[in-house]
């Protein structure tokens, strides 16, 4: 419930609340007896603050640089991360029927056999890339680095939220909290 601050004569401040409203409210430092504005009046007064009390959420802490690294390490990590799972080259049907059979009719005959005997599996046609393979390997090849880096990033983040964590941590076990 809000209270707030009557102020008494003798310059001292009687918390009220507006269940007193109306009434009469007693000065804790002098004794004096003091009239408690009306329910509508009480918004003039000052507002009390009341003093946390110690264990309560909040109580007697300030935002700290250990707090904005545990903020922004954490951001980092779940941005970075969320990132990093979006960016997966795009799948391209790079093989046609076509591209390969003039591969094979444009190599020799022993290379087509060589591979064909031991099931395409340790050994192929030696052939240059065509120009659809070449930029699908390389917008591949981007797409890898970029979720490295940011896999990186968000593992940066995770380190930085978990130091911060750690030293909010010995802070309070410092002050005995």
């Not at 009306?38 to 959420?57: F, H, S």
């Not at 391209?92 to 087509?112: C, F, G, Q």
């Not at 005997?117 to 890898?144: F, G, N, Q």
Request: positive net charge.
């Amino acid at each position: 419930m809000t209270s707030f601050l009557l102020p008494c004569g003798c310059g001292a401040d009687i918390p009220v609340t507006s269940s007193q409203a109306g009434g009469q409210a007693t000065c804790p430092a002098c004794g004096r007896e003091e009239q408690v504005p009306r329910l509508r009046d009480l918004g003039k007064l000052r507002v009390a603050t009341a003093p946390r009390e110690k264990g309560e959420a909040g109580a007697g802490q300030r935002w700290t640089g250990m707090h904005a690294l545990v903020l922004a390490g954490s951001l980092l990590a779940a941005a970075a991360g969320l990132l990093s799972v979006s960016f997966t080259p795009p799948e391209v049907n790079l093989y046609d029927d076509d591209t390969i059979k003039s591969s094979v009719m444009r190599a020799p005959t022993d290379e087509v056999y060589t591979a064909w005997a031991t099931r395409l599996s340790h050994a192929s046609v030696d052939r240059p890339p065509t120009e659809m393979e070449a930029k699908s390997m390389a917008r591949s090849d981007y797409y890898h680095t970029l979720r490295d880096r940011l896999r990186a990033a968000a593992a940066l983040g995770a380190l930085l939220a978990s130091v911060g964590v750690v030293g909010l941590l010995s802070k309070r076990k410092v002050d005995g909290r």
